[in-house]
């Protein structure tokens, strides 16, 4: 099973980016997925979490500028954040959480950089 984060890069404060996260392995039964990212020094924190049924949870600070969907029929899920900031400079990872036959597993991608910056 691998996942495959890409949409990173260098963005101005203000600015958006749209991250992706594709999640191959026909026989890994995907629950949820989610984001998390981890700034320089600092541990790696949820950045929000999509359920297979979409319900959604995000980090308090987050709500109203990131937004997660998944598409179930490609086995990705999106993060579109809006209104960077410096303090949203972090390598995000991807993050998928289900089975294989019938043991839990969960899988991280390798991440993808997202520098804000001026």
């Known amino acids: 099973v691998q996942l495959q984060a890409s949409g990173g890069g260098l963005v101005q404060p203000g600015g958006s980016l749209k991250l992706s996260c594709a999640a191959s392995?026909?026989?890994?039964?995907?629950?949820?997925m989610g984001w998390y990212r981890q700034a320089p020094g600092k541990d790696r924190d949820m950045v929000a979490t999509?359920?297979?049924?979409?319900?959604?949870y995000y980090a308090e600070s987050l709500k109203g500028r990131f937004n997660i969907s998944r598409d179930n029929a490609k086995s990705m899920v999106y993060l579109q954040m809006n209104a960077l900031e410096p303090e949203d400079t972090a390598v995000y990872y991807c993050k998928a959480v289900g089975s294989i036959l019938t043991s839990p597993a969960d899988f991280w991608g390798r991440g993808t950089l997202v520098t804000v910056s001026s």
């Open positions: 392995g026909s026989i890994f039964k995907i629950d949820s």
């Open positions: 999509i359920t297979s049924e979409e319900i959604t």
